[in-house]
Each structure stands twice: as structure tokens, then as C-alpha cells.
């Protein structure tokens, strides 16, 4: 399991569980954020939304293009995380179903404060 939380206020933001990803574990799944691969799940989707929403940095992002050219989605995605200011902590677990709990304990403890999980 991993918590997020942004940098600039040390707010808790994100809380996830990382599986065993072909023997990558933690690395694999925060693989998938940084390289832009996540823009559709997790914590992607939920900084690339928030980017989105944000007109400047959308501003930002239509100027890039206008001076370099076309970039593609997982480049978006991947300047959404960095935009983001994101730290990480994590805690392992003896098996999956542990994980599971743990993360689930997590989510509904803090359920209210503002976290970027979805459902």
C-alpha cells in the first residue's frame, strides 16, 4: 500500500495498493505514473484531471505545442504528475489480502478528506 501527498502542503491526497506488476511491485505501479502510462487510472487520472482543470497550465501546455509541436497524451500525463508535486510513502504487507484490508482500513478512515481516490 502507498499514501501520496503533495509536497507543497504535505496534504494527504492519494491512497494505493500496489501488486506484484510481473515482479515490479511498488516500482512497476509508480513506473505507470511517471512514464504518463496511468493517464486513464489511479492516481494518473486523478492529477491529470486536476491539470486539466487548471487553465493555465492547460495555457502552458498549448504554448509548448505551439513552439515545439504535437506531443502525445501519455507526455501530457506524465507533465500532469510533475505539475502535481507529488511525495510517497508505502507500507508492505505479508500477502494481498493484507494489502487489501490495510488499504481499504485507510480509505474509509479518511473517507471525507478530500482524497483523489475514485469509487
Given amino acids: 500500500?502507498?499514501?501520496v501527498r503533495t509536497a507543497e502542503d504535505s496534504c494527504l491526497v492519494y491512497i494505493g495498493k500496489a501488486g506484484p506488476r510481473q515482479g515490479k511491485g511498488i516500482r512497476g505501479r509508480l513506473s505507470v505514473y511517471a512514464t504518463?502510462?496511468?493517464?486513464?487510472s489511479g492516481l494518473g487520472e486523478a492529477a491529470f484531471n486536476r491539470a486539466l482543470a487548471d487553465a493555465d497550465w492547460v495555457r502552458g501546455r498549448l504554448a509548448a505545442l505551439e513552439a515545439a509541436g504535437p506531443s502525445g497524451a501519455q507526455q501530457w500525463a506524465r507533465a500532469a504528475i510533475d505539475r502535481a508535486g507529488l511525495e510517497l510513502?508505502?507500507?508492505?504487507?505479508?500477502?494481498d489480502a493484507a494489502a487489501r484490508m490495510l488499504e481499504k482500513q485507510c480509505l474509509v478512515s479518511l473517507t471525507g478528506c478530500g482524497l483523489w481516490n475514485v469509487g
Fill in 1 to 3: 500500500m502507498y499514501v
Fill in 36 to 40: 504518463g502510462k496511468g493517464a486513464v
Fill in 89 to 95: 510513502c508505502w507500507a508492505t504487507a505479508t500477502d
